[in-house]
């Protein structure tokens, strides 16, 4: 069974710039979540997406917003970059509805790098 | 709210010997715990869960964990460590406020060490 998939595996961007990360979940699962994994800040959750539908997010500013598509792959997009973004993005999924008693499964995450 | 704390750091052990990760909890109602190990440029890989049931649950990779309500721990266990246990790891809470939040709350990780 293949597991969570992510890509790119690295990026560097400026500040100001504009990023597009991207994840497919295991098959069979229909929720999405993205966390950030930043030096000195831990794991951080950022997004959840079930069925299509955002259904919860973290304490981070607009400019972090995403998408889940019909296939349940998602897009997590980051705009007007700073330096501070710099990070590894993780994806994770798990069974329909987030259900509270399933584990998320991550994948090996996006490092964003800012200059 | 819901808190998770890993108390230490680091986590030194000889290969051979028995080690634990300690990490404690703050939930109002019902603790969902999980355990989950990171190696160099790798995403998280999931141990096991405490869901409900017994206080002791087995995991992968021979680890297992103790959930202790009274003292609101969920420590990490192994009998006998290997060098290829050493790596980063997270205890987690998910966490639900008015409802389900999606949302895992970790604690800051452990990194272990296991010396030949």
């Known amino acids: 069974e293949a597991g969570v998939t992510q890509s790119p595996t690295h990026l560097i961007k400026t500040r100001g710039q504009q990023v597009t990360l991207r994840c497919s979940p295991i098959s069979g699962h229909t929720s999405v979540y993205w966390y950030q994994q930043a030096l000195g800040l831990g794991l951080q959750f950022l997004l959840w997406?079930?069925?299509?539908?955002?259904?919860n997010r973290g304490n981070f500013p607009p400019r972090f917003s995403g998408r889940q598509f019909p296939n349940y792959s998602s897009e997590l997009n980051v705009n007007a970059l700073e330096l501070e973004d710099s990070a590894l993005y993780l994806c994770?999924?798990?069974?329909?509805?987030?259900?509270?008693?399933?584990?998320?499964?991550f994948g090996d995450g996006t490092r964003l790098s800012i200059l | 709210a819901q808190s998770v704390a890993q108390p230490e750091d680091q986590v030194n052990v000889a290969e051979g010997n028995p080690l634990t990760v300690k990490c404690t909890y703050s939930?109002?109602?019902?603790?969902?715990l999980f355990w989950y190990v990171q190696y160099p440029n790798r995403g998280l890989q999931f141990l096991l869960k405490y869901i409900t049931g017994d206080n002791l649950v087995k995991g992968s990779y021979g680890f297992e964990a103790e959930f202790n309500k009274s003292q609101t721990s969920f420590h990490l266990k192994k009998p006998s460590a290997l060098v290829s246990d050493s790596a980063l790891y997270f205890c987690?809470?998910?966490?639900?406020?008015?409802?389900?939040?999606?949302?895992?709350?970790f604690g800051q990780g452990t990194t272990l060490q296991v010396k030949p």
């Open positions: 987690a809470v998910r966490g639900y406020g008015s409802g389900n939040t999606g949302k895992l709350i």
């Open positions: 997406y079930d069925e299509g539908e955002e259904r």
């Open positions: 939930v109002s109602g019902n603790p969902y």
């Open positions: 994770a999924s798990s069974l329909r509805g987030g259900q509270i008693n399933q584990p998320q499964h």
